[in-house]
């Protein structure tokens, strides 16, 4: 972890990352208007090009490419596509599979666990 005040390494920018979208995926409304799909397709078609990790960025543009988002089905489907997304780094780093249901990511990003120690 760097100090206090020193630029994010690759760790600190990814977590700082996943958690911005994957609050944003678990908040994203059920029903999305057509502008609210729009600017979200905008959000994740924009990683690709503009995330600050270059290798980082190539691997997610081939895996959207291989699973292009479906903003249709709202929060539900969106947080269950970016749970698979990360899955796939996950993987590459040797790092543990998070399980991609609702509940879990709901539970992890929204609501916190059933036994309130995060209330
Ligand atoms: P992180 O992977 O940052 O996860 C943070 C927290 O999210 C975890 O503690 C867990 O509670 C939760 N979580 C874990 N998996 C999931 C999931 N599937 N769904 C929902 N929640 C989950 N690093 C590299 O070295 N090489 C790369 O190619 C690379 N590519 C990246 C691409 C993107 C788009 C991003 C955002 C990050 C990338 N990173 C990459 C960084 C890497 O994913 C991690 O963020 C970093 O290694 C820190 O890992 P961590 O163990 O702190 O947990």
């Known amino acids: 972890e760097p100090p206090e ?4 390494d690759v760790e600190q920018l990814g977590r700082a990352t996943w958690t911005f979208l994957h609050t944003t995926a678990a908040y994203f409304p059920e029903n999305p208007t057509p502008i609210q799909r729009t600017r979200m397709l905008g959000l994740l078609m924009a990683l690709p090009v503009l995330y600050p990790c270059s290798y980082c960025a190539q691997h997610l ?11 249709r089905g709202g929060r539900v489907s969106l947080s269950r596509w970016l749970c698979e997304r990360h899955n796939e780094v996950n993987e590459r ?10 509940k879990s990511t709901d ?3 929204k ?7 995060c209330d």
């Not at 005040?5 to 994010?8: A, Q, R, V």
């Not at 780093?93 to 609702?102: D, V």
């Open 93 to 102: 780093l040797g790092k543990p599979l998070f399980n991609c249901s609702i």
């Open 107 to 109: 539970e992890r990003w």
């Open 5 to 8: 005040g020193c630029p994010p």
């Open 111 to 117: 609501d916190g666990p059933s036994d309130g120690r």
């Open 61 to 71: 543009g081939e895996r959207i490419n291989a699973h292009p988002p479906d903003l």
